[in-house]
């Protein structure tokens, strides 16, 4: 019998990995539990999934979900960094609109400040970025192109940045940095993604056979805040927070058992 790897595409594949945890996050949970509810009568259930997207969508939960996916509550000092072979800078943070030849920024733009700053530090020679594109966006340009020439702009040398082929996921960026340095036995790099996304491209590095030092960047959730009455009511803000802890911790999960 053929695999599952076998009958689908590489598309067709990546695009059911993002699909699918859909229905186990707390929107598209919740809203299940509404449908079958509501066709089956169950009032109980109704209110029971109004109550549990409520919970969800309070931004004091999201909140304390992100805080237990981020590796840390700080950031690393570059002066406390050691000596690696290249900086790698996980991908996921340019948004491609027509006209604007550097795209624009998402939330994770930390990832590429945090990078340049480490290589402006003399931390290591080499800056790599990732290439990612994904299949629906065939007419996108790899974001690793478009971040190496926004780092010439800020005086990085063009000779020193190295861009990955093309990647879907983090399991593909950790396969594709090793390529790039494959000439050098057990690298050391020096790891820049979103604290929540650290745990598990560290793992996945380090797997790769890469020495890893962690530098988690994008941090979610504001450590200063006091706690006031609006955190206690749903908005968009919290229920995306609450998401991206939960899909994270799917990942996690994911990529541990597919490695066993």
């Not at 550097?102 to 480490?118: K, L, P, Q």
């Not at 290591?124 to 974001?143: C, S, T, V, Y």
């Not at 993604?193 to 504001?222: C, I, N, Y």
């Amino acid at each position: 019998m053929a695999s599952v790897c076998g009958v689908f595409s590489p598309s067709s594949m990546l695009l059911f990995h993002k699909i699918l945890p859909v229905f186990l996050l707390p929107l598209g949970l919740g809203l299940v539990i509404l449908f079958f509810a509501v066709l089956l009568r169950r009032w109980l259930f109704v209110w029971l999934g109004i109550a549990f997207l409520w919970v969800m969508g309070m931004p004091v939960t999201g909140d304390y979900l992100v805080r237990q996916v981020e590796s840390d509550d700080r950031r690393v000092p570059v002066d406390s960094l050691q000596q690696a072979d290249a900086v790698v800078v996980l991908g996921g943070m340019v948004v491609q609109v027509p006209g604007v030849r550097y795209g624009e920024w998402r939330e994770a733009a930390d990832r590429f400040e945090g990078g340049v700053e480490i290589y402006k530090a003399g931390k290591a020679p080499l800056l790599l970025f990732m290439g990612a594109k994904m299949p629906w966006a065939p007419d996108a340009r790899p974001e690793g192109e478009i971040l190496s020439e926004r780092a010439v702009l800020l005086g990085v040398d063009e000779h020193d940045i190295r861009v990955t082929g093309t990647v879907g996921n983090t399991d593909d960026e950790a396969r594709e940095a090793g390529k790039l340095l494959s000439g050098i036995l057990r690298p050391r790099v020096i790891l820049v993604t979103s604290a929540f996304h650290m745990p598990r491209a560290s793992m996945l590095f380090r797997k790769a056979g890469m020495r890893v030092q962690e530098f988690p960047v994008d941090f979610r959730t504001d450590y200063y805040d006091e706690l006031t009455l609006v955190d206690f009511f749903p908005n968009t803000s919290g229920l995306g927070n609450s998401e991206l802890a939960i899909r994270e911790l799917i990942g996690r999960a994911y990529y541990v058992i597919k490695r066993r």
